[in-house]
């Protein structure tokens, strides 16, 4: 079975500063990788996911992650962040042959001040 | 509607009874499922449609959680007999066609059910 770790439960960070959120994956097959959003009182939005090809994937309002499969990774990254950037951010796995449902992280709080 | 809904938005309710949630998947997506999150747990997957059958039910938790689905369009989870560690948010998603990783869920707002 697939399992997602998501190593912190919040990062803290101040606007305009970069950040990085960190998820590691387990699994004994190949997998597809996603990055969720959640914004207060709101349901999951998809940041962007990596099915195959190039290891850089780029998402919705600047986010970046990168997929490293010796490190089992997929790393979620902005450059400059925003106030409206602060929710929690969910890592997931899914198997990508047969049939596979998304196995999450636990979440990762950001949390954006000026 | 244009994405997915949820109702009730917010549930509260007494240990012992029953409740009724309900998702309203986009139009046309043939897959759908159900999550719970509960804080300090991240989200559960709980139940897979596929149409109107459920070829994966292996994430609920125990035999008072069950789930249908009719018309291939609306499902409703029912929790028996609540206990206060059922508290949380269940969340529904849809996609196209289902059945492989690939596809992109798409969530709902989630129903908030507190059991007191």
């Known amino acids: 079975a697939q399992s997602v770790t998501q190593l912190d439960s919040q990062v803290p960070v101040f606007e305009e500063a970069p950040v990085e959120l960190r998820c590691n994956y387990s699994?004994?097959?190949?997998?597809?990788l996603f990055w969720y959003v959640q914004y207060p009182n709101q349901g999951l939005q998809l940041l962007l996911k990596?099915?195959?090809?190039?290891?850089l994937v780029k998402g919705i309002n600047g986010f970046e992650a990168e997929f490293n499969k010796s490190q089992t990774s997929f790393h979620l990254r902005k450059p400059s962040v925003h106030i409206s950037d602060t929710a929690e951010y969910f890592c997931?796995?899914?198997?990508?042959?047969?049939?596979?449902?998304?196995?999450f992280g636990k979440g990762t709080m950001l949390l954006v001040s000026p | 509607g244009a994405g997915v809904s949820q109702s009730p938005s917010n549930k509260v309710t007494e240990k012992g009874k029953d409740v009724e949630l309900r998702c309203d998947p986009i139009?046309?997506?043939?897959?759908l499922y159900w999550y719970r999150q509960s804080l300090g747990q991240g989200l559960e997957f709980l139940i897979y449609?596929?149409?109107?059958?459920?070829?994966?039910k292996s994430g609920l938790p125990s035999d008072r959680f069950s789930a249908e689905r009719t018309g291939g369009s609306v499902s409703t989870l029912t929790i028996q007999r609540t206990q206060q560690e059922d508290s949380a948010v269940y969340l529904c998603?849809?996609?196209?066609?289902?059945?492989?990783?690939?596809?992109?869920?798409?969530f709902g707002p989630g129903t908030r059910l507190l059991v007191l």
């Open positions: 998603a849809s996609s196209l066609v289902g059945g492989g990783g690939v596809e992109t869920q798409y």
């Open positions: 699994s004994s097959v190949s997998v597809y």
């Open positions: 990596y099915l195959s090809g190039s290891t």
């Open positions: 997931a796995v899914s198997l990508n042959s047969g049939y596979s449902t998304l196995t």
């Open positions: 139009s046309g997506h043939t897959a």
């Open positions: 449609f596929q149409g109107n059958s459920a070829p994966d």
